[in-house]
């Protein structure tokens, strides 16, 4: 019996074990990146109104608004653009002593390349920079972005911040380990890479050991945070920076927290479609988007020449939408405003988003945006296209009036978008044959949620300058 009692206790001291060690796994689970987004990620970010400066009470009061006001129609995310570790990232505002545009955070350097105020640079012992107590105050006692992560939650929104490609200098010049390796900053940093417009980190070069563990550790600590989408920058405009890509995307799969990763800026690479289908959720597309008609027409073309490379979790993305009140304080972009956006290409911006499947990232100041607006965003059979729709495409351009089409994943309906590019009114028709669509189609015009018409052969509209519209076409 004594034998026995002992092998009983062998045996749970095994099973306990197993138990442990198998569950310490489960919580590193490894995740499909692939398999993250389903659909078109919808959300708000920072950068469009507050550039780098945004603080936890105004994202907070922000998180509030979403909550109130598009959480019921389906926007989830909300995301602190960049430059949230430094305490007042708008102290350099002006002319005299800033390399690039006003307001850009270039961090300031002496001579011999070491920080003119490090105490501004907040970071950890292993080289991650945190965020700032001043402007995130419940980020005392090392514990980051994860108090706002909870109240996010709390909400039932998803939590997502901005992260610059590579290691900062300072963890450089200061030579910092690398968390749970023997190697430290400056073996993995590449000096001779830095951003265009944002000069304070390095890049990395993933070859060398002590490359993938950093990023592990970035994003392990992004998971302790709840973060749950992370924009990364400079990694798409030229250079590429694949091996970078590569690195975030395997710490993601291993970080034990499914992470959307996002792509900046644009114009990404056309011939990278397949790779950046495998490790990224969405990347830009374009480059950074404004309330400039010109940015709107360029990305009829643009969304046009990725539409083969839409769906199944992959999303090219065509920039935040500046619709409200941007760029307080006259930055990022050109002074304090409204946007410069008519009426017409409020529309016609929603409707390509939509049914081109762009992610949908609201850029504007959302506490002083006024309600009017808002309808732009809660129009729930326009965001259902963007949401459920599938393959599609443009099947006409031609003298400025353009025809996307595209199909109901949970129907036989049709979805049309009729566009008018010129600055005249002009009628849009679409020969419904070439789609091989025959008969006659009951017509609802969504942005109305009316039946206005039954067609057979054609669909036409007459729509006013720089107008887009979208329809649901349904077989008879």
């Known amino acids: 019996m004594k034998n026995i009692g002992i092998l009983a206790i062998f045996a749970f001291i095994l099973i306990a074990g197993y138990v442990l060690i198998n569950g310490r796994n489960a919580d590193k689970k490894t995740f499909d990146i692939n398999n993250f987004a389903p659909r078109p990620p919808m959300g708000w970010n920072s950068f469009d109104a507050w ?26 995310y909300a995301v602190i653009d960049y430059i949230w570790w430094h305490p007042d990232p708008g102290h350099w505002n002006t002319a005299e002593n800033h390399f690039r545009r006003i307001g850009h955070p270039n961090i300031r350097y002496n001579e011999d390349g ?3 105020n490090p105490g501004n640079t907040r970071m950890d012992e292993f080289g991650r920079l945190i965020p700032a107590i001043e402007r995130f105050p419940s980020s005392k006692n090392n514990s980051g972005f994860k108090s706002i992560g909870d109240y996010v939650h709390s909400k039932g929104l998803k939590f997502g911040i901005h992260i610059m490609r590579g290691i900062h200098t300072a963890a450089v010049i200061n030579k910092l380990p690398i968390k749970g390796t023997k190697f430290t900053a400056d073996q993995i940093a590449e000096p001779w890479d830095t951003c265009r417009w944002n000069n304070h980190m390095y890049g990395v070069d993933p070859t060398k050991p002590g490359a993938q563990e950093y990023y592990n550790s970035l994003f392990e600590l992004y998971a302790e945070w ?13 250079p590429f920076h ?22 900046s800026p644009g114009e990404a690479h056309l011939g990278k479609a397949e790779f950046l289908k495998e490790n990224a959720n969405l990347w830009r597309i374009s480059a950074d988007f404004w309330d400039e008609w010109e940015h709107l027409k360029k990305n009829f073309e643009l969304l046009n020449s990725w539409s083969p490379h839409t769906g199944n979790g992959s999303w090219p993305d065509a920039d935040m939408i500046p619709f409200g009140r941007i760029s307080l304080q006259d930055r990022p972009h050109g002074p304090e405003r409204m946007s410069l956006f008519s009426e017409n290409e409020h529309y016609t911006l929603m409707s390509l988003w939509s049914i081109a499947r762009s992610p949908l990232m609201i850029g504007s100041d959302l506490l002083s945006t006024p309600d009017s607006i808002f309808s732009f965003f809660t129009n729930e059979e326009i965001l259902y296209v963007n949401q459920y729709s599938e393959n599609g495409r443009q099947a006409v351009n031609e003298d400025g009036k353009i025809v996307w089409i595209a199909h109901d994943q949970n129907s ?19 020969d419904l044959e070439w789609e091989m669509l025959r008969g006659t189609y009951s017509v609802r015009d969504l942005w109305e949620k009316k039946d206005i018409e039954k067609t057979k052969g054609h669909f036409k509209q007459e729509l006013g300058p720089h107008l887009g519209k979208l329809y649901r076409l349904r077989s008879l």
């Open 242 to 263: 694949e091996g970078e890509v590569t690195l975030m995307k395997n710490a993601i799969e291993h970080c034990g927290r499914p992470i959307i990763l996002s792509l």
């Open 226 to 238: 709840g973060v749950d989408y992370v924009k990364a920058d400079d990694v798409l405009y030229p």
């Open 114 to 116: 070491t920080l003119l």
């Open 51 to 76: 550039d780098c400066r945004i603080d936890e009470e105004t994202f907070k009061k922000t998180v509030d608004v979403i909550d109130e006001k598009l959480k019921p129609y389906g926007w989830e």
């Open 412 to 430: 036989d309906d049709v979805f049309v978008g009729l566009f008018n590019t010129t600055d005249e009114t002009q009628e849009v028709s679409f």
